[in-house]
């Protein structure tokens, strides 16, 4: 009895273990931050 319980634990962590997504590469595009657009500072006429 204690032997299934110990097989069906383990069954069952490896099955949802399946289920966690791997964590982001680094550098990836596809997980990159998404920046707001900002405006541009418009040029100063300084008379140059």
Same mark, same amino acid.
């Given at each position: 009895? %204690?032997? &299934?319980? #110990?097989?069906?634990?383990? !069954? #069952? $962590?490896? $099955? &949802? !273990?399946?289920?966690? =997504?791997? +964590?982001?590469? +680094? =550098?990836?595009? @596809? @997980? *990159?931050?998404?920046?707001?657009?900002?405006? &541009?500072? *418009?040029?100063? =006429? %300084? !008379? *140059?």
């Amino acid at each position: 009895m %204690n032997r &299934l319980m #110990i097989v069906s634990l383990l !069954g #069952i $962590a490896t $099955a &949802l !273990g399946g289920c966690v =997504n791997p +964590p982001p590469k +680094p =550098n990836d595009p @596809y @997980y *990159a931050p998404v920046l707001p657009r900002t405006p &541009l500072p *418009a040029a100063q =006429n %300084n !008379g *140059a």
